[in-house]
């Protein structure tokens, strides 16, 4: 059974950081593509990042891009999101994901399992 948490949120002022981490058990993690969604009060879920299991491919969305950066570390079974800069539109429920579509326009969707419960970023201006 896929385990996925996520940890790291908070509260931040514009223009700070925040890191979130995300630990994934009951998969072989160095072999599944990872991702981050969000979704703010009132929006659909959308894209953040995505990165393939071998770390080859990594694509942001384009409202992120620069300032938010996607890794992972395969011994700890962790994929992490940098966030610099952040922006009171930032604010949203962030959730880790396995096996992820890697590009934003992709119409893939995850099964319910692959998903964490989410953690709260709030930026404040």
């Known amino acids: 059974q896929v385990q996925v948490a996520e940890s790291g949120g908070g509260l931040v002022q514009a223009g700070g950081s925040l890191r979130l981490s995300c630990e994934v058990s009951?998969?072989?993690?160095?072999?599944?593509?990872m991702g981050w969604y969000r979704q703010a009060p009132g929006k659909k879920r959308e894209f953040v990042a995505a990165m393939s299991w071998s770390g080859s491919i990594i694509n942001y969305h384009g409202n992120v891009k620069g300032r938010f950066t996607i890794s992972r570390d395969n011994a700890k079974n962790t994929v992490y999101l940098q966030m610099n800069n952040l922006k009171p539109e930032d604010t949203a429920i962030y959730f880790c994901?396995?096996?992820?579509?890697?590009?934003?326009?992709?119409?893939?969707?995850?099964?319910?399992?692959?998903w964490g419960q989410g953690t709260q970023v709030t930026v404040s201006s």
């Open positions: 994901v396995v096996d992820p579509p890697l590009t934003p326009d992709s119409t893939y969707i995850p099964s319910d399992e692959l």
């Open positions: 009951g998969r072989t993690f160095n072999r599944d593509d």
